[in-house]
């Protein structure tokens, strides 16, 4: 499903934020991105994502090489993509229902379609009775389902999460951990960034350590 072949990225006037990174997430794989901050977690996801460019290496999604793809067809790759942010990213003057439509509307799905979608999203993540409400009534941990809603709303093929439980308490971190295995368990390929090593320990899956931009332990 993801594929990083010998990946580095320097910025301009820095030295390598990822040097010589190589591994491999199969579909279905629930994996965690861990380091201390620095390490390149960030990176990783922005240069799946295709938001940056990697300097040397292949990097190889859904069997498509990323230095391939134009600048115009990025918007299509992106639609196999579920993003998940730390700051949630929601837009305080529409309501729940209407962040959550943004990538289906973006998408040109039909408008009946789209309420339905967003229903079934929004019942996954809790927060049904929530989608006339405003982000800003919400607390923390709610508005990290309604972007998580909104991440997995087009049925992605992979959900990119950026330590997505790093504002929230650790019930709430569970939980929303919890969400993530469920997204697994029906067909989703799941990378997460996390500095959170005693919660991601409990998860009992794949943890990828990053050091100083390389891959220093994969641990299964």
């Known amino acids: 499903m993801l594929h990083f072949d010998h990946v580095s990225k320097r910025y301009p006037g820095g030295s390598d934020v990822l040097a010589d990174l190589s591994f491999s997430i199969a579909e279905g794989e629930l994996v965690f991105l861990t380091g201390r901050s620095g390490a390149g977690k960030t990176t990783v996801l922005k240069l799946s994502a295709l938001i940056e460019r ?100 087009h049925k992605p093929r992979m959900i990119l999460a950026d330590e997505p439980t790093g504002n929230l308490d650790p019930d709430l971190s569970a939980d929303i951990m919890a969400l993530f295995e469920r997204f697994r368990q029906v067909g989703s390929t799941v ?11 409990r998860m009992q899956s794949r943890i990828l350590r990053l050091e100083n931009g390389a891959l220093a332990e994969d641990v299964s």
């Open 54 to 153: 990697g300097t040397r290496g292949q990097i190889v999604f859904d069997g498509e090489n990323l230095a391939r793809i134009p600048l115009g067809r990025i918007p299509f790759l992106r639609r196999k993509l579920g993003l998940i942010f730390q700051d949630y990213r929601l837009l305080n003057d529409r309501t729940v229902h209407d962040n959550v439509a943004l990538p289906l509307i973006i998408g040109g799905y039909p408008q009946r379609e789209i309420g339905s979608r967003v229903r079934a999203a929004l019942d996954k993540v809790g927060l049904l009775d929530k989608e006339k409400k405003y982000p800003l009534v919400l607390s923390g941990g709610e508005q990290q389902r309604v972007g998580i809603a909104r991440a997995v709303v």
């Open 191 to 201: 990378l997460i960034a996390s500095h959170d090593l005693q919660l991601i320990s």
